[in-house]
């Protein structure tokens, strides 16, 4: 009897295996944003435009309308004693592991830092003010916290501002307020979506606008981050998880399995396996149907494995290569034993790669150091995972005395004269008139 998961098994033997590879990379960018033009990127450019207008009013609305929450302005920050609270009531054993997992992060991201290394031709200087969003919303992400803002402190962030939506009791998860409280973090405020990111990017009467947004979040918060670029910085475009498995028949299939799920059960996710194995993916499909019942977000997870994701079986590793530098997913797990690293030094696009059948995404997500806060919808070919680095910019610095001017002036007025550029061309000769 026919299995509802079925359809997401195809194979290079079919007719239409390009085709459908083309299908399934356009429908996976669809799921991490929408077109500016369409209905929804219109709303978005309502919803800014709004908050620009109406301000606290229109974040009041906005919060009522999508989170079913009544606030006044004077409600949308949390209070100290509410962060207090939340840090107290927290379990010893929790706590030991947002330590170290702050831990964990800050000395990656501080090894990796460009501003420890000093140069006499460029000054760097963190961004003074960022805003941080925190999904709320499918599930609370406290980690997200740890990920932007350790970063962020690391290269000198004086202030930092987090929204959340307020979708745990009409507040934020208190989870998400202990993690603020024990980074310092004292300016946190329940509101969410695209309402939230123009809150930042322009500033109301309660909330003083930012310098760069960063953070996950959905297809709304990513497009208004997008919209209001320019406006401010941001880090990516950093929307609904996705995950794509290269692995062979030395793998696990439960476990691969595993961590397809864990990226679907995001709701919205995209979990994608690319095998060079008809075996191993049936294999994978039978753990899919057995594992995704066991779920607590059985129902959801199913959805998104129907909707956004795939098991594809090559015919060889070198088209899978090829294939997943087209994706350019998110998060890679690369799960083909001793070839593993040297598939890796293939891929050119993907926002983190996890090597060998030990690395799974979660490792990533919660521990390891580097950001979980990555690009999606195939902008890893020009985007980077979040890090220290872009809390921080850089001012070229230019220091000629009269002798080294002297040396290169010919070639700067000859350049300047080029270009039709005669005042350029004046303001070095004047400097070595007698």
């Known amino acids: 009897m026919p299995h509802e998961l079925d359809h997401i098994l195809f194979s290079t033997s079919q007719p239409d ?3 459908r590879l083309v299908e399934l990379r356009v429908k996976v960018c669809e799921a ?3 077109n500016p033009r369409s209905e929804e990127g219109k709303k978005v450019a309502e919803i800014i435009e709004e908050v620009c207008k109406n301000q606290d009013k229109a974040l009041a609305k906005y919060t009522r309308d999508f989170d079913g929450v009544d606030l006044a302005p004077e409600q949308f ?3 100290k004693p509410d962060l207090e609270k939340a840090h107290a009531e927290i379990s010893k054993q929790l706590l030991r592991s947002i330590h170290q997992a702050i831990e964990n992060v800050r000395k990656y991201q501080s090894e990796i830092f460009v501003g420890n290394f000093k140069h006499p031709g460029i000054k760097y200087t963190p961004i003074r003010r960022v805003g941080i969003c925190v999904p709320g919303a499918s599930a609370p992400l406290p980690s997200t916290v740890i990920m932007t803002a350790v970063p962020a402190q690391v290269a000198g962030v004086e202030e930092i501002a987090v929204v959340s939506p307020p979708r745990h009791k009409a507040s934020i998860h208190p989870v998400i307020l202990a993690v603020c409280y024990e980074l310092g973090i004292n300016e946190v405020y329940r509101i969410g979506g695209a309402q939230a990111v123009a809150a930042l990017a322009f500033g109301t009467k309660t909330i003083h606008a930012v310098d760069k947004i960063v953070g996950p979040g959905n297809q709304w918060v990513q497009m208004a981050k997008r919209a209001v670029f320019g406006q401010v910085g941001i880090d990516s475009l950093a929307g609904p998880s996705e995950v794509l498995v290269i692995a062979d028949d030395k793998a696990n299939p439960a476990w691969v399995a595993a ?4 990226q679907a059960e995001h709701a919205p996710g995209s979990s994608l396996l690319f095998t060079n194995s008809q075996k191993f993916a049936e294999k994978v499909l039978q753990e899919l149907k057995k594992q995704v019942k066991q779920l607590g977000r059985a129902e959801a997870t199913i959805e998104c494995l129907k909707k956004y994701s795939k098991i594809a079986v090559f015919e060889n ?3 899978i290569i090829e294939w997943t530098n087209k994706f350019a997913s998110e998060h890679l797990e690369i799960q083909c034993g001793d070839e593993s690293k040297r598939i890796a030094d ?4 993907a926002g983190a790669i996890f090597i060998g059948d030990y690395s799974p995404v979660a490792v990533g997500d919660y521990w390891a150091g580097p950001s979980h806060t990555l690009p999606t919808g195939k902008s890893a070919k020009f985007f980077s995972a979040l890090s220290a680095n872009d809390f921080i910019k ?8 009269k002798k080294k001017l002297a040396a290169s002036a010919e070639d700067i007025i000859r350049l300047a004269e080029v270009e039709g550029l005669d005042a350029h061309a004046r303001s070095v000769r004047i400097r070595l008139q007698d």
């Open 17 to 19: 295996f390009k085709k």
């Open 32 to 34: 991490a944003t929408f």
């Open 77 to 79: 920050r949390v209070s």
């Open 259 to 262: 961590d397809m799920l864990s």
């Open 317 to 319: 590793m070198d088209d």
């Open 346 to 349: 293939k891929i050119d696009n």
């Open 394 to 401: 850089s001012t070229s610095i230019i220091e000629y005395d």
